[in-house]
């Protein structure tokens, strides 16, 4: 049994409670050797650990002196995996005024079973930074743009216009480009991102708040939903009219009927045809703006739409086969409606109530510019990923041709530091590449705990993903989580375990996932609800579906393993509950 991944971080004795919600969405799979340059550098903290700092100081919640120099408090890597430091995060709850650590809990793990109670020590309570917090809530509630967010994407479209021909530069040159961008660009971004993400949550409490006070907590979905502008969504909607281009044409639906498998390069093929060169040209406009998306996104080993297109064209396939009723653009008009029309009905209970009129409406508002300003943040991440994942499979094809890599993305499985002597000592590392592919994938393999506190937990104790028992629903039963999107819908269930292959889900089905990533987002359009493993009300899951109008429910523990693949369920994405009508 493995007792051990090949990188980790210490982790933090007096914030002990770790958890991988919310991170498990960023990094689903055990971090690569390469990666763990994000979390740390050295025994120093590496761009990613000093942005939450940064953030976390910046939102007025934490002191710089409370952050040791030489470890990191947010993010730990133990067991393959990466970890979020719940007990840090709480903090921000139990010091802003009006909010509780329970409010953080919810966010990140919304009915999640075996979270531990917030249990406040000395040191805690610190009034000095509740008025900074306080401060920073008064700018959240008046904020009408994020100029710095739009800045960052600015830059990083830059980037990706002036990329210059990566074939053309040495190997040296190559790496040096990908530690550079790294280097340079990715603390900012990363911190924005994170304070951003956090500010995201100060508007949800309000108007969960307001809607639970009045009687109407149904309804905090709903004004949650259809606010626009959301980058996580943007690629469906584009993908859904490359999929109405397909399914109005009889020379692209034949095409596309003819398999998945070198469908690009039959697209391609046959361009002269006038419908072909049409959807081909506007396919390469997809893959510049959006080609950075994908699964596991921000592991530079993983592909992307941009260097697979077949993964965006299998998505494009599925809303081919789509009715036209399910626009995401006519969904997302409703609920953009439906929002409105509640804002101003609920506003109107308060007429009485003044003050908390005026908070509630700048909370309204408050979502519109901060949750879309989240996804636009975490896709300037991604975009500036790519730039450097570009390169660095180039440089892997030249050591695959070489003989020195087993496969493009070994360079991955290196750390830092090793890879720029394998760079300047080609082939230094072949022989130990085979045997960490082996302990990746022996690493992969197991299930490792959801959260945990008290210390490092034993790898040795995790049970295999396959070798879970866990009883299947019976007609009848039903499966509790936490609702995303409203709506109640049913249909057969198909369970979905990689975003890679959505052949198996036809429109109509309901997607039954393990987690989504942005790579999940255009398999939400053709089905008919979603369900998924884990998720709060943060996750990408529900942000998503909110706006594609697509009944959602999250945080439905095992749903994968419980629900049978084929049976009819019905999803409540009101209230959370899945239940099985018949089985297959």
Known sequence: MVDRWLVETELSEKWDFYTRANVGEVFPDPVAPLSFS??????????????????????????????????????????????????AMRLLGHRAPGMTAADIDYAFFGDAPGVPPFEPVDGDDRPDLTEKIAKTFEWIFSATDLPDVRAHEEMVNRLRRDRPDLRDLSDRELLDRNLDLFDTYFEDLFAEHIFISACATVPIGTISGVCEAVGRPEDTLKLLAGLGDVESAAPSMAMWDLGRLAADSEVLGAIFDAGISDLEDRLRAGTDLPEVAAFVGKFDDFLVEFGSRGPNEWEQRCPTWETDPNLALAAIDRMRLSEPTRSPFVHNAERAAERERLGVEIAGMLDGDPETQGRFLAALHAATVFMPGRERTKTNCVKLIQEGRMGAHELGRRRVAAGHFHHHTDFALLTRDELVREVDNPGTFTPQLREREALFNEVAALQEPFLFTGGRPDMSTYSRRSAADVESLAAGAALVGVGGCPGVVRGVARVVLDSHDPTALAPGDILVAPITDPSWTPLFVPAEGVVVDVGAPLSHAIIVSRELGIPCVVSATDATKRIPDGALIEVDGTTGVVTVIETP
């Open 38 to 87: 994000y979390m740390q550098v050295g025994n120093e903290p590496g761009p990613a650990e000093k942005g939450f700092q940064r953030a976390y100081i910046r939102f007025g919640s934490h002191a710089p002196e409370e952050f040791p120099a030489d470890a990191c408090t947010f993010l730990g890597v133990t067991g393959g995996y990466c970890y979020l430091n719940a007990s």
